[in-house]
């Protein structure tokens, strides 16, 4: 892939979603001598918490835009610079799939898109793609999600039914540069005292009193500390976070695989599959395209 374009970046262009919130997007175009270039472009998309102005972001603009990509990367609702709506629940939000459908379909219909859009990220920013990709919006063409559960109580929060401790870390670390807190350092600072004083917190709980914690400052995020820790069984509140899995049962969804074992990625539909006897456990069934 030779690189024929320079790059015109628009930052923090703000786009509503079907309930009226507008989540910030930075779209980077295909340019030369400082114009946008004439003509329809595939797109790649990132729709992240992490701050969509992060180098390890930024950098994927500076390798495709020139090879003739539109990139696309967006702040999740409640995050950095799109509009509070005040359900930020880590991997609980219940929102990240609508939204991921709405974003497509807004860059899918843009002039300067060609309708063929692939999805990028990992971590959160992989478990948004699968979400979105289970929402099938018909603009999306594939995903490529990098360690990414598929069952937020068996492969991500709660292995075995144990609370797995680097999620009492995440919550921490959603919460001190949460939207609540941006403008009180002496908030930000009491939250990072929290996540270093973690083994306290292990002594005095679980159970934990609403307030008792440093998340209190950012309440979404201690509610789903309450939440989180004395689930320790596959209950109604999991069946919940994991419900656009259930919901896709036997859906076909467009998914970019890496074959690890041979080190060559081919492109095809992953079914999902959930087993009606133990809804927690989902599988995927892959065939080429």
Not at 274 to 286: G, I, K, N, Y
Request: aromatic fraction near 12%.
């Amino acid at each position: 892939m030779s690189a024929d374009y320079g790059i015109v970046l628009s930052k923090n262009v703000m786009v509503p979603m079907r309930d009226g919130v507008r989540l910030a997007f930075d779209i980077y175009r295909p340019a030369r001598d400082g114009d946008f270039v004439e003509g329809r472009f595939p797109t790649i998309m990132l729709h992240t918490p992490y701050d969509k102005t992060d180098k390890r972001y930024s950098e994927i603009a500076d390798f495709f835009v020139p090879r003739g990509y539109n990139v696309v990367l967006i702040d999740l609702r409640d995050r950095y610079r799109s509009e509070a709506s005040g359900v930020y629940y880590h991997a609980a939000t219940p929102h990240t799939g609508r939204d991921g459908y709405d974003i497509c379909e807004w860059i899918g219909t843009q002039p300067w898109s060609n309708g063929r859009i692939g999805t990028v990220g990992s971590s959160y920013a992989a478990i948004t793609q699968v979400r979105t990709a289970l929402e099938a919006p018909p603009h999306l063409t594939a995903i490529w999600p990098d360690v990414v559960p598929t069952n937020s109580f068996q492969n991500q929060c709660r292995e075995g039914g144990a609370m797995q401790q680097h999620m009492f870390w995440a919550l921490f670390i959603h919460a001190q540069d949460a939207q609540d807190i941006a403008d009180d350092p002496a908030k930000q600072a009491d939250v990072w005292n929290g996540l270093r004083d973690l083994r306290q917190l292990f002594r005095s709980g679980p159970p934990w009193e609403r307030g008792s914690t440093a998340l209190r400052h950012v309440p979404p995020l201690e509610d789903t500390l309450m939440e989180y820790s004395p689930r320790g069984a596959y209950d109604e509140y999991w069946q919940r976070v994991d419900r656009p899995f259930v919901d896709a049962n036997g859906r076909t969804v467009p998914n970019l695989v890496r074959m690890e074992t041979y080190g060559s990625p081919w492109v095809g539909w992953v079914k999902v599959l959930v087993d009606p006897a133990d809804p927690q456990l989902f599988r995927f069934e892959a065939r080429p395209q």
